[in-house]
């Protein structure tokens, strides 16, 4: 099992930045790729952004591409997203994920491993 908690979320204004981090425990070598998810009230859950086991690779939906910036600490066993010119559209619960099967992907249910969320609110 692995265990991932995130932190960092919370209200900022339109345009600022926030950095949230996803810390994982237990069989964290059993974690590949790891990614982060996000889901507005009312809305399905949605794919952000993707990160290889190494690093080297990563994906982003073509919404915050250009603004956010997913890496990674292997020795820390954690994960970053950060955020930048942030919009009110980016509102929702962020969800960080884990896979253990090998390589990048941007469908949930192809992820083993799922944090409890946590609530980035930007205002206008």
């Known amino acids: 099992q692995v265990q991932l908690v995130e932190s960092g979320g919370g209200l900022v204004q339109a345009g600022g930045s926030l950095r949230l981090s996803c810390a994982a425990s237990?069989?964290?070598?059993?974690?590949?790729?790891r990614g982060w998810f996000r889901q507005a009230p009312g809305k399905e859950r949605e794919f952000v952004t993707a990160?290889?086991?190494?690093?080297?690779?990563?994906y982003y939906a073509d919404s915050v591409k250009g603004r956010f910036t997913i890496s990674r600490d292997n020795a820390k066993n954690t994960v970053y997203l950060q955020m930048n010119s942030l919009k009110p559209e980016d509102t929702a619960v962020y969800y960080c994920?884990?896979?253990?099967?090998?390589?990048?992907?941007?469908?949930?249910?192809?992820?083993?491993?799922w944090g409890q969320g946590t609530q980035v609110t930007v205002s206008s």
């Open positions: 994920a884990a896979r253990g099967g090998y390589g990048i992907a941007s469908r949930p249910d192809l992820y083993d491993y």
């Open positions: 237990g069989r964290t070598f059993s974690s590949n790729a």
């Open positions: 990160i290889s086991r190494s690093g080297g690779a990563t």
